[in-house]
């Protein structure tokens, strides 16, 4: 699910097929062994911790002992994809993309070469 | 009563014998229904058969042609939809339990579009619960139980349209339709040894249907043929004021002929599942790419993707949304009454993610939009495997270490609302194996041409499961 080769933080890797098979969740993906995801693994991250506890307070009674390893061991995944995340450098006027934009060259049909010239245009310097 | 031949037959080809009056509606539907009541159930590929529904679409449908009231290439075919596409008078269980007694007195628009053209609604597919959206380790995810695929019954159709696959693969519909809000139509495609389109997104109005992460949801066929898929598309495609993600684009039409007339640019995507991660599906899917490029189909070049957090930023948007989407369950706690362990609490870690986290998700999105425009101004198409590795047995654990690699191109089609096609193109220790084309925003055109190409000149997407 997250890229291993772009990687800042771990090289613990997660399973795609939480998103293959539609599950398409970062919290999901607990390849993590859950003996791994004992207290002391967490102590180590203080954000995951906070959230731990955080759903803890506000669900005093909702989970059994095994599901607050599960529980655990979903809020290190995801913080780790938050810190991939965050380690990606924005700048100050890259906005939000909430869904699909489409260029105006490829609403009007041309969408091949209207990816092109919108890509130049737009100065894309951030190809690969 | 019909013969496999017959129920095995493409939309395209059941059309045409319908259109000549060679086969009636009715005969094809009672066929339908009862390979369905039969070989479905020990599938598990139905959540809820309509046959009520079915029997008196079919008679209309007779009734029409019979009168010379000719629709379209979808009068008088039966296909089955999804159980989180709302049809009035009938549950829509979204898969899960704490909905199980669910009714709508709405109709789906891509439900109406199809009634409108005049096909038959078989059921409701079974379906992964919520579609995944609050993460799930196993097949058994799912209020009807773990979808079995026909290639071999031991194994899973993948999800989370696991009932759809199992349907169209088994012969039981003509097609069926999917949903994917990462993977959820190519992968039971590709386990399946169907044909899947997904389309971009909000071609095709959501309205009616389960939201689970609502800038990433698209609805798509499911078929035996990339040429169904263009039909379908062509169906139930369309502006819809009553979604708001839905694209203000003309209509899809199909057949549709490319611009240019000349040879796909494609791009055959290095490392589509990470870094040094080789798949066992990689060398049937680099034969077909191999096929197209010598027939002078396309021309083939590798293609790198672009390099980003774009994974985690899809799951960052899927698991906010998710969370958002299903509030209600969360809080009320009945999200317990699902079937797996993990969607038990994958919802509360999605509620605790930060608005800024979110946002810079969506603003890693815009990035990734532009990068992939430059892309798609030097391919036509990206290409790979459809997916790493064939069915999994049914009581795999999803989670195994042994399936934890990347799914950039799965992740980056999704993210950017890509459209992709899974077709399939050979087989793996008797499993099927199937080659991906993604295209640009609205290139469905260019994805349909691709795997029609393809399809021409191999049998793969015509081969048969051993049920009966």
Request: include cysteine.
């Amino acid at each position: 699910m997250i890229p291993e080769r772009s990687a800042p933080v771990s090289t613990r890797t997660v399973t795609r097929r939480d998103f293959a098979k539609g599950a398409a969740i970062a919290v999901a993906a607990a390849t993590v062994p859950l003996a791994a995801c004992n207290s002391s693994r967490g102590e180590e991250n203080p954000e995951a911790e906070a959230i731990f506890h955080a759903i803890l307070r506000q669900h005093p009674k909702l989970f059994n002992d095994d599901q607050k390893k599960e529980l655990r061991a979903q809020i290190e995944s995801t913080v780790e994809g938050l810190q991939k995340l965050r380690a990606y450098s924005l700048e100050n006027w890259d906005e939000p993309a909430a869904v699909l934009h489409l260029s105006a060259a490829s609403a009007s049909g041309d969408v091949l070469a209207g990816s092109l010239q919108h890509a130049q245009a737009k100065g894309a310097t951030n190809a690969e | 009563m019909l013969s496999d031949d017959i129920l095995y037959l493409s939309v395209r080809e059941l059309g045409g014998q319908i259109r000549s009056h060679k086969l009636s509606p009715v005969e094809l539907t009672e066929a339908y229904l009862e390979r369905a009541g039969r070989i479905g159930a020990r599938l598990n590929a139905f959540a809820t058969l309509t046959p009520d529904l079915a029997r008196e679409q079919a008679k209309a449908a007779e009734a029409e042609i019979k009168a010379g009231k000719y629709r379209g290439p979808l009068h008088g075919i039966p296909y089955a939809a999804k159980d989180l596409l709302a049809v009035p008078g009938y549950p829509t269980k979204w898969g899960a339990k704490p909905y199980a007694d669910q009714k709508f007195d709405y109709e789906a628009t891509v439900i109406r579009k199809l009634r409108e053209a005049g096909a038959i609604l078989l059921g409701k597919a079974a379906m992964i619960e919520l579609a995944g959206g609050m993460g799930y380790r196993f097949a058994s995810a799912s209020v009807t139980g773990p979808a079995k695929n026909p290639w071999n019954e031991g194994c899973w159709t993948c999800g989370s349209s696991s009932g759809s696959g199992a349907i169209v693969s088994a012969g039981l519909a003509a097609f069926a339709l999917g949903t994917e809000t990462w993977g959820s139509i190519i992968c039971p495609s590709s386990y399946c040894g169907i044909s899947g389109l997904r389309p971009t997104y909000g071609r095709v109005s959501r309205h009616g249907a389960m939201a689970l992460a609502y800038s990433m949801d698209k609805i798509g066929p499911m078929a035996r043929s990339a040429e169904d898929c263009g039909l379908i598309l062509s169906v139930i495609a369309g502006f819809d004021p009553q979604d708001p993600g839905s694209l203000q684009a003309e209509p899809f039409a199909y057949p549709a002929k490319r611009a240019d007339g000349q040879p796909l640019r494609i791009g055959w995507v290095k490392e589509p599942w990470g870094k040094d991660k080789k798949a066992e599906t990689d060398a049937a899917a680099k034969q077909a790419i191999d096929l197209l490029a010598n027939n002078g189909a396309a021309h083939v070049t590798e293609a790198l993707l672009p390099e980003g957090p774009w994974e985690a930023a899809g799951g960052i948007v899927v698991a906010v949304e998710g969370a958002a989407a299903f509030g209600n369950l969360l809080d009320s706690g009945k999200v317990m009454d699902l079937a797996d362990p993990i969607g038990h609490i994958g919802g509360y870690v999605g509620q605790h993610i930060h608005a800024s986290d979110y946002l810079r998700a969506q603003r890693v999105r815009g990035i990734l939009q532009k990068k992939m425009e430059t892309i798609f101004g030097q391919f036509d198409l990206l290409a790979a495997a459809g997916e790493a590795t064939t069915a999994t047995p049914l009581d795999f654990k999803l989670d195994d270490p042994s399936l934890s690699f990347g799914d950039p191109i799965g992740g980056i089609g999704n993210l950017c609302g890509l459209p992709a096609i899974s077709v399939p193109c050979g087989f793996h220790d008797g499993k099927p194996v199937s080659i991906q084309f993604v295209g640009a925003p609205r290139a469905e055109v260019n994805v349909l041409a691709a795997a029609v190409q393809f399809q021409a000149l191999t049998d793969w997407h015509a081969k048969r499961p051993p049920v009966t």
